[in-house]
């Protein structure tokens, strides 16, 4: 059983800073990437920024603002949000592909989602 526990959701004025954790735990034999996603109402849940263990990428819209980053030691990423703004409320979601054991092949989890709400 794998599981995903987000943390650091909350409200902010604009312009202000937010840090998401993700802590991914139980029987994991591997992670290849791990990342956020962010849904707004009434939207599509999209890809904000993901670590691929050689690379990472963000979405336009948060590039310059948001860096991720991965403690592979303690299967954990974090998300630190500056100059946050109205558009980037959302509840946010983490996500790892992972493996269980060696014999698996990889797939998706998901954390439950942190609401991150920004004031203007």
């Known amino acids: 059983q794998v599981q995903l526990v987000e943390s650091g959701g909350g409200l902010v004025q604009t312009g202000g800073s937010l840090r998401l954790s993700c802590a991914a735990s139980?029987?994991?034999?591997?992670?290849?990437?791990m990342g956020w996603y962010r849904q707004a109402p009434g939207k599509q849940r999209e890809l904000v920024a993901a670590d691929t263990g050689g690379s990472t990428v963000y979405a336009v819209s948060v590039k310059g603002r948001f860096t991720i980053s991965r403690d592979n030691t303690k299967n954990t990423v974090s998300l630190q949000m500056n100059s946050l703004k109205p558009e980037d409320t959302g509840v946010y979601y983490c996500?790892?592909?992972?493996?269980?054991?060696?014999?698996?092949?990889?797939?998706?989890?998901w954390g439950q989602g942190t609401q991150v709400t920004v004031s203007s």
């Open positions: 139980g029987s994991i034999y591997s992670i290849n990437a």
């Open positions: 996500n790892a592909d992972l493996k269980v054991t060696a014999w698996h092949f990889r797939r998706e989890y």
